[in-house]
């Protein structure tokens, strides 16, 4: 399953007291940005403090997936499957059905 998403936005996973940064690959980069998070985190002026509390308050401390808008500064929990980050995403008004996918 691919997810594509917009650069201020990163995609988080928790599990056993433990934030980990989910790095995925770009196909289309135009600024030729780093996909790194320190990049991120200077590029929209966010804290790794601000960035943990918002994780953590997000998902009250429950394991899954989480989606962080580092440019807003707001975070989502999207629950404990990939499945859930791609419907998340769609909730939020990004993407769209994979053509490929519905033709079989």
């Known amino acids: ?42 590029k929209y002026n966010i804290s790794r403090q601000e960035l943990v509390t918002g994780l953590f308050r997000a ?13 807003q500064k707001q975070f989502y929990y999207c629950g404990i499957d990939v499945k859930a980050v791609r419907e998340k995403l769609r909730s939020l008004g990004i993407g769209r059905d994979d053509p490929m996918e519905n033709s079989l």
């Open 1 to 42: 399953m691919n997810i594509c998403i917009p650069s201020n936005l990163r995609i988080f996973h928790h599990q056993q007291g433990r934030w980990q940064h989910i790095l995925g690959s770009s196909f289309y980069n135009p600024h030729g940005e780093p996909p790194d998070l320190e990049f991120a985190i200077r």
């Open 59 to 71: 998902s009250d401390n429950k394991a899954g997936y989480c989606i962080g808008d580092l440019k």
